[in-house]
């Protein structure tokens, strides 16, 4: 009950940050279409790294779908779905060498890289084109900016919460 709970309120802080994002302009700052800071990926990492990628499976998934219910749609689901599945996917598999090999913001650029391949790939198949694969190039530029900014607010966080006592051990 309390993991059900806890994954319920994770979330929920994650559509709140997948909503904040929709009034960020980032628009005006970066004019390119398709680039978001990936803030609820913080929440992601988060459950990955304390929760376990069972945990960490559920909230992308469920955040994608009301996401997707609440201000998007069938295509946006789509998207959603493949970018945020392969992200979890690759942060899964570089967690395994967190300390040795990665960083937290390592993992955090990996999944917003990954992020970016899974929605060009599924726009692709979508668009029965192969030509929407020339912009991800753009988009593996700005993965990398985004994944490194939101890898430094996780980072930021979870010391924070592990100064308060928030945490009974270390990162797993």
């Known amino acids: ?30 004019p390119l279409p398709g680039i978001k800071l990936g803030l609820a990926n913080v929440v992601t990492m988060f459950a990955l790294f304390y929760s376990g990628w069972k945990s960490a499976f559920i909230i992308a998934a469920i955040r994608s779908i009301l996401a997707s219910l609440f201000y998007g749609g069938i295509i946006s689901l789509a998207l959603s779905l493949a970018g945020g599945l392969l992200a979890l996917l690759i942060m899964v598999i570089m967690k395994k060498r967190y300390g040795k090999w990665f960083s937290l913001i390592g993992v955090s650029i990996g999944g917003a890289v990954a992020h970016n391949v899974g929605q060009v790939a ?15 190039a753009v988009l593996l530029v700005t ?18 919460l592990r100064r308060i006592g928030f945490f009974k051990d270390s990162l797993a």
């Open 1 to 30: 009950m309390k993991k059900l709970v806890q994954n319920g309120i994770l979330i929920s802080i994650a559509l709140v940050l997948s909503l904040a994002e929709k009034w960020f302009p980032l628009g005006l700052v970066v």
């Open 143 to 160: 993965g990398v900016i985004t994944g490194v900014l939101t890898g430094t607010v996780a980072l930021y966080l979870f010391e924070k």
């Open 122 to 136: 599924m726009a692709a198949l979508i668009m029965k084109s192969p030509a929407v694969f020339y912009y991800l």
